[in-house]
């Protein structure tokens, strides 16, 4: 059945149909289900007076379980369906444009699924999705269109996706020659590369203010819990364990967990890192958000990156500029 409902009423597992053309919105499509409080909230924020929902798809307002299944909602949730992103990657009729807003929403539905469920079934069903993604990027000009779409709230879910989608651009710009690389598994650590953070308590991950030193200390664990993970659930290869492991260390040696220095951090890693650009220009209540070129010129001028892998990063803000 359709009820009509306003949108500050949606919650994740209703079933939402859009009162919009698919083209006048942002979503991938006008009907389908809420899967994370992201949607709700975009949803709030489109300017929609109403949207109905049905109730034979989804949950309805008087309900905080899915009917007959005695699930909460999180459960109730549906998988994600490659078949929209197969079709972006692999298809032969859709812009560029079109292919790389399928690619970056796709990639944040498998991201959602997965860490609220890190479970062997879904971190396969990631790593083949986050494949087809790679395959998408380093066969198609659609570049300056998924740095575009990046969002800035840093959420876990979008921090990856955005750290996955940044460093997945720059490889393709400093290893895309190269068949020496499995880009596939790296493509695919590059977006679990916060995998452990499933494994951290919520009220540590969600914090809105600054970490006390203990929740830091537990914080820190993430690249080894993540490591930890992909080997229990036997999706561990190199390419990955590495990126998991090492993407917060630094060539000077200050980095963690390990403390590496110079050549002992992997070029995958270094790629990883730039992940500082996206905590830098995210949405964050005890600091003030950066302009993307504010976050360059701070990441030269005051944490030292600099060298052929900045400057490379640094280009593809440039082509975004020139494809604008």
């Known amino acids: 059945m359709l009820l009509k409902i306003r949108p500050e009423h949606l919650r994740p ?29 975009k949803i709030r924020k489109s300017g929609f007076e109403e949207v109905l929902i049905d ?9 905080r379980k899915k009917a007959g299944g005695g699930q909460d909602e999180k459960a109730a949730l549906a ?3 490659p078949g929209i992103l197969k079709e972006a990657v692999f298809g032969r009729d859709m812009e ?27 971190i396969i069903a990631a790593k083949k999705g986050f494949f087809h993604v790679v395959e998408g990027v ?6 300056s269109y998924l740095i575009k779409l990046l969002r800035h709230d840093y959420s876990t879910y979008s921090h990856s996706v955005n750290v996955g989608t940044l460093s997945l651009l720059l490889s393709k710009s400093l290893l895309g020659e190269k068949n020496s690389h499995n880009i596939h598994e790296v493509g695919a650590g590059f977006f679990l590369h916060d995998l452990g953070k499933a494994r ?34 036997g999706q561990l290869s190199e390419e990955s364990g590495i990126i998991v492991m090492q993407h917060h260390e630094k060539e000077n040696g200050t980095g963690y967990p390990l403390g590496l220095k110079g050549d002992q951090v992997s070029i995958y890693a270094r790629i990883c890192r730039m992940d500082v650009f996206d905590a830098l220009t995210s949405q964050r209540p005890y600091r003030k958000q950066l302009t993307a070129y504010g976050a360059l010129s701070v990441m030269k001028e005051t944490m030292g990156f600099s060298g052929e892998l900045f400057n490379r990063f640094v280009l593809l803000f440039e082509e975004k500029k020139r494809c604008a």
């Open 138 to 143: 380093f066969s198609d000009n659609m570049s």
């Open 79 to 81: 998988k994600f369906d």
């Open 200 to 233: 951290i308590a919520p009220e540590i991950i969600n914090k809105a203010g600054m970490l006390t030193q203990n929740e830091w200390r537990v914080m820190k664990t993430h690249p080894e819990e993540g490591y930890r993970l992909l080997s229990e659930t």
């Open 55 to 63: 109730t034979e798809k989804g949950i309805s307002p008087a309900d």
């Open 96 to 122: 560029p444009e079109q292919k790389a807003r399928i690619v970056y929403l796709s990639s944040l539905e498998i991201m959602v699924e997965l860490l609220e469920n890190p479970v062997t079934e879904n």
């Open 13 to 41: 597992g209703m079933f939402v149909v859009l009162p919009a053309k698919w083209l006048e919105h942002s979503f991938l499509k006008s009907r389908f289900l809420i899967k994370s409080q992201e949607q709700v909230d």
